[in-house]
Each structure stands twice: as C-alpha cells, then as structure tokens.
C-alpha cells in the first residue's frame, strides 16, 4: 500500500480518536483503515497503537512515528504548493545559451523587457557559438543557429537568420560601391576565421538568385563585433547579421552593400529538452522568444 497514503490514515485516526471516525472522515471502511495501520506495523516491525473497545491510544514508538508523519505530511503539502506557485507565477532562475551575436544585441534587450515584467525570475545568459550541450551543461534553453538533428531536442523554427553587407563611407569613396556580388572579388572582405568556408560567400538576392563567389581580406577574426569594428575604420567590407549592423547603417557610420542581397538565410530555432517540465517560467520565456522572433513576425 501507498506509505504516504498510510501516513495520512495513521495520523487521521490518532487526531479524531477512533477507526471508525477515520473511516468516516476519509469515505472508506473501518477494515480498511485498520489495513492500513496493520500495515505500517508489519513495515517497522512494532506496534503503533493499544487498542481497547472505546479508544485507541498510542504506544511509545507510535507516539514517535506520529510525529515524525506529521513532519513527513507537512513537507509533502508545502512541496506540492511550492510545485502549483511555479506552475502559475513565473519565478526562479533560468538558464538559456545563445550565439554571441545574436544573443548581445537581439536577445538580450528582450531578456531585459522579461525581468521588467516578471520581477521573481532571475535570467542567465551564455553567450556560446559552438552547438550546446543543453542536458548536460544544465541549461533549460537554448537558441540555435543552423540545422539541428540531436535527438532528444524540441525544436521550434523561429525567423531565418539573417547577414547583411556594409562597409565605411569613406572605404566606398575610395574603392566604389560593387553592383553585383561577382565585384566582390575585387574588394577587402572582412571573414569570420571560424567559418568552414569563410572565403566563400553564399548569396541571395532578387527573386531568390544565386551566387556563389570567392572573397579575400587581409583582417579576419573568430568575433563579428570584431569585423564590425574594423569594418568601421574602413578596413574592408563586412558580412555581419543584420541586427548587428543596423545601428551603424542607421546612424550613417555604415552603408548598405548590395542591399538587394544577403548571405543564404540560416534556419534558427528555440531548443529545450523533450522531457523538460512546462513551468510557468519557463512557458513565459517561450511564449515571448516565440512572439519575439518567431516565424509569423
């Protein structure tokens, strides 16, 4: 039988005084409750209550074990409640991991507007571009950039990810604004090292067009904020994500390059585990990553 079932029938029939009270009081039969203490007696081994024909009274280790169910019943009701409270109001920690650039300057300021608005969660966020481990490395989100085949993931596809050209007004005075991405070729392109084919840009442009062509620079490095720097100081032309940039094509610190093409739209998506408990917390955080940047913005 269930021990915190017989817990609870053990302490109802010492609090009203009889079996037949207790059976009353919890809708089942006298035989029944007694089943239940018989049973807790057999499990330790000693027995928790004198019984005469018009009271029960406990024994020296039933008076022990009394008290020791109640603690045991009060911790029980205090978890569960504790349990319901997540699951209505948002609260405690969350752990999530992002690419760096788009979790610097696209999450974040969403991150900041979800504290503004649930003041009892605290967030962490690490900013990562290699794939993350999310069961193992404890975190309960994850946004990922590319295609994603772990089992064990949900997967929820958010917008593409997006990278734009821009370069100094004063590099294009110099060097001229390219017409086409073959022009490419002819002008300092700022890579990022880490890219398995990072003198190759993939891209698209009007009507889904494609090209495919081969770039040279003399700055790379493994940081798009690097790039961006020295895209600023008119070292070349930079192939960065859009939000990035937009800042800086905005102010006039960057201009458009071949604004009608991009490079090849990587999928994104929110990953969590398949098992991972829906708290209100982390619904929340879901809900609004979704809203956010999902794929119907």
Request: proline share 6%.
């Amino acid at each position: 039988m269930d021990k915190l079932a017989g817990m609870a029938m053990f302490v109802r029939v010492v609090e009203i005084g009889s079996f037949t009270a207790a059976a009353s009081a919890s809708g089942v039969s006298p035989t029944m409750v007694a089943k239940h203490i018989r049973t807790i007696e057999q499990r330790i081994g000693a027995r928790l209550l004198h019984r005469t024909t018009r009271r029960q009274q406990l024994t020296e280790v039933g008076r022990l074990y009394y008290e020791r169910c109640k603690r045991v019943l009060s911790e029980v009701d205090l978890a569960e409640a504790s349990a319901s409270e997540l699951q209505t109001s948002p609260r405690g920690l969350i752990r999530l991991v992002a690419p760096v650039s788009f979790g610097s300057q696209s999450l974040t300021p969403v991150l900041a507007d979800y504290l503004a608005a649930h003041p009892e969660v605290n967030v962490e966020l690490t900013l990562d571009n290699r794939v993350a481990d999310l069961i193992n490395d404890g975190y309960e989100l994850g946004l990922h950039i590319g295609h994603i085949d772990t089992v064990g993931l949900v997967a929820r596809p958010l917008r593409p990810y997006r990278r734009i050209l821009a370069a100094a007004p004063g590099y294009l005075a110099q060097h001229g604004q390219p017409e086409h991405p073959e022009q490419l070729e002819a002008h300092s392109c700022l890579g990022l090292s880490y890219w398995r084919h990072h003198d190759r840009w993939h891209l698209v442009g009007p009507d889904g067009q494609l090209c495919d062509v081969a770039v040279k620079g003399r700055f790379s490095s493994n940081q798009g904020s690097a790039l961006r720097n020295a895209a600023l100081h008119g070292a070349g032309i930079v192939l960065q994500p859009e939000a990035l940039l937009a800042d800086d094509i905005a102010a006039g610190r960057l201009l458009p390059v071949l604004p009608a093409w991009s490079y090849k739209p990587t999928p994104m998506y929110l990953i969590y585990a398949q098992d991972t408990r829906p708290t209100a917390k982390l619904r929340s955080v879901i809900d609004l990553l979704l809203k956010r940047f999902g794929l119907e913005q």
